[in-house]
């Protein structure tokens, strides 16, 4: 859009308060308004500003951090806020499911005296969340799809849910294990080498290969772990059925 905001749109637009605006103004962290009869108005680039001030906030920069990037004329305030978002961007993004309680409870046939109980575990761990009376967003309807098809095999609710918790727990591990490998031998050595401009291709290369790298790994040993719980189990199994004293 052209300059069409007034600051209190502004405000509204990026979820940010007038005086907090009004205070990067004075910093020299937000251009200035374009000024018609008087009013400063305000655009799309105003609200990519704000917002990019936001992320690096939420990345622990300082406003002095901040301007600091933002005066940097190699545009390294930019590169570090699209390096963040595609760190944390979801491959394959899914849209949501919206299902009210009755819907939940004929597809997991929960009994009514447990459902206040089943459905906090279930927000708990995002699976869904509460958007009205009786109503649940399901963020990911796979993830909901792959608990009904495993209570469909016999499995109790809260034995998948449990198994779920254990897997979101070793999941944040292994995320922050590839992450943190990441920072420490990719992006650190080239912090220090002070960002070379001809590098940031690479950067940029590497940050979009992490999340496909990691899955894959995870996928395979997985693959390995899970055969070798198998045949240890059911090797269990077999001794015990074989052994009449058992």
């Given amino acids: 859009m052209s300059a069409a905001l007034t600051i209190e749109q502004l405000a509204a637009a990026s979820g940010m308060s007038v005086r907090n605006i009004r205070a990067h103004q004075a910093r020299g962290l937000l251009d200035p308004p374009e000024v018609r009869v008087r009013v400063g108005y305000y655009g799309d680039a105003h609200i990519a500003q704000l917002k990019l001030i936001q992320d690096l906030q939420a990345d622990g920069f300082n406003l002095a951090g901040i301007k600091r990037l933002l005066e940097d004329g190699r545009g390294t305030a930019e590169r570090l806020a699209r390096v963040r978002q595609v760190l944390s961007a979801t491959s394959g993004a899914e849209t949501p499911e919206t299902l009210t309680r009755s819907e939940l409870g004929h597809r997991f ?56 918790e254990q897997v979101e727990r070793h999941c944040d591990a292994v995320s922050a294990a590839f992450v943190g490998l990441f920072m420490d031998q990719v992006w650190r050595p080239f912090e220090e080498a002070g960002m070379p401009e001809d590098r940031w291709a690479e950067m940029d ?24 719980q198998i045949e240890a189990a059911f090797g269990e199994l077999t001794r015990r059925l074989g052994d009449p004293a058992q």
């Avoid at 608990?147 to 499995?155: I, L």
């Avoid at 990691?214 to 997985?222: F, G, K, N, V």
Wanted: hydrophobic content about 55%.
């Fill in 109 to 164: 046939e929960v009994e009514a005296d447990r459902a206040p109980e089943v459905l906090a575990r279930a927000e708990r761990l995002g699976i869904l969340l509460p958007v009205g009376p009786d109503r649940f967003l399901a963020p990911s309807p796979s993830l909901l799809a792959v608990a009904e098809r495993v209570v469909a095999r016999g499995v109790s609710l809260d034995g998948a849910l449990a198994v779920f």
């Fill in 205 to 228: 290369a590497s940050v979009k290969a992490l999340r496909p790298l990691a899955a894959e790994a995870l996928h395979a040993i997985l693959e390995q772990r899970m055969s070798a």
